[in-house]
Nanobody
Framework: QLQLVEYGGGLVQPGGFLRLSCAASKFTFDYGAIGWFRQAPGKEREAVSC????????YYADSVKGRFTISGNHTKKMVYLQMNSLKPEDTAVYYC???????????????????WGQGTQVTVSL
């Protein structure tokens, strides 16, 4: 059973930055993809970014392109989400998730992911 733990969230002013970390209990390349999702109050969970383990390809939601960067360190069993130029609308609980099966892409549907962390709160406000 894969376990995921996110950390690095917090309160930041608009225009600021944060780096979220996702620590996995097993090697991340054993899983099809690792994704970052977020859920704001009253909204559905949405895909933010994803990295595919087979070829390293990535996905970014249009709302974060050019501001967020996903990366992974397989040796350390870590996946990161660097978030720059943060906006109030980025406020949400951020989750990392893992896709158990091999995949040639990065699914953006939350239900396709098999393992989830507990989430970390990101608040962007003055």
């Amino acid at each position: 059973q894969l376990q995921l733990v996110e950390y690095g969230g917090g309160l930041v002013q608009p225009g600021g930055f944060l780096r979220l970390s996702c620590a996995a209990s097993k090697f991340t390349f054993d899983y099809g993809a690792i994704g970052w999702f977020r859920q704001a109050p009253g909204k559905e969970r949405e895909a933010v970014s994803c990295i595919n383990s087979s070829d390293g390809s990535t996905y970014y939601a249009d709302s974060v392109k050019g501001r967020f960067t996903i990366s992974g360190n397989h040796t350390k069993k870590m996946v990161y989400l660097q978030m720059n130029s943060l906006k109030p609308e980025d406020t949400a609980v951020y989750y990392c998730a893992a896709l158990r099966v091999y995949s040639t892409s990065c699914p953006i549907e939350p239900f396709k992911y098999d393992y989830w962390g507990q989430g970390t709160q990101v608040t962007v406000s003055l």
